[in-house]
């Protein structure tokens, strides 16, 4: 197998990961959330759509809309983290990193947002920051923006449980 085949196949093999986690949450198909990753870096895509509109007057995304983006932004990110190290240690597939409770997601100790300034009607992106992941207890933020990633519109700092490994893994 040539280098460049084998690199298709890593990035294939964390494609499927990523995947498997996103496609395990139904409300993230709801909400219209995507991920684009490059390398290990995720970066949540939450697209437009009426049914996000709290506020039309405004119109405003609705403030329980940006809430679960963000959420789901540092949820992602944390099964997202464990998950793509526990690749780079051993070659594994997606299944295999399932199997072993990597893609299963961490329980919200508590969560709060920001709101900074209204979420207009536009797309908007999210980049969770892991502050500390350990076996137990993981500490995330969150930065939401819509055109100007200087211009936030949400941040939002969460604590999470996370959950257990199986043995061996």
């Known amino acids: 197998m040539s280098k460049t085949e084998a690199l298709q196949v890593i990035k294939k093999r964390r494609d499927g990961a990523l995947?498997?986690?996103?496609?395990?949450?139904p409300y993230i198909k709801f909400l219209g959330i995507s991920f684009d990753r490059?390398?290990?870096?995720?970066?949540?895509?939450?697209?437009?759509?009426?049914?996000?509109?709290?506020?039309?007057?405004?119109?405003?995304?609705?403030?329980?809309?940006t809430a679960s983006f963000l959420e789901t932004a540092a949820l992602i990110?944390?099964?997202?983290?464990?998950?793509?190290?526990?690749?780079?240690e051993s070659p594994q597939d997606a299944e295999t990193v399932a199997a072993a409770g990597?893609?299963?997601?961490?329980?919200?100790?508590?969560f709060?947002?920001?709101?900074?300034r209204p979420g207009l009607a536009r797309d908007c992106y999210a980049r969770a920051t892991v502050n500390r992941s350990?076996?137990?207890y993981a500490?995330?933020?969150?930065e939401a923006w819509q055109d100007n990633r200087a211009k936030l519109f949400a941040q939002a700092t969460g604590h999470f449980l996370m959950p257990r490994l199986e043995t061996g893994a």
């Open 38 to 65: 490059r390398g290990d870096e995720l970066t949540a895509l939450m697209q437009f759509s009426d049914k996000l509109i709290g506020n039309p007057a405004l119109p405003a995304i609705h403030g329980g809309a």
């Open 112 to 116: 709060t947002v920001d709101y900074l």
């Open 102 to 110: 990597y893609l299963r997601l961490p329980k919200t100790i508590d």
């Open 134 to 136: 350990g076996r137990r």
């Open 139 to 142: 500490s995330v933020h969150v």
């Open 19 to 25: 995947a498997a986690l996103v496609d395990s949450v």
């Open 77 to 88: 990110e944390l099964a997202w983290q464990r998950a793509w190290n526990a690749m780079e």
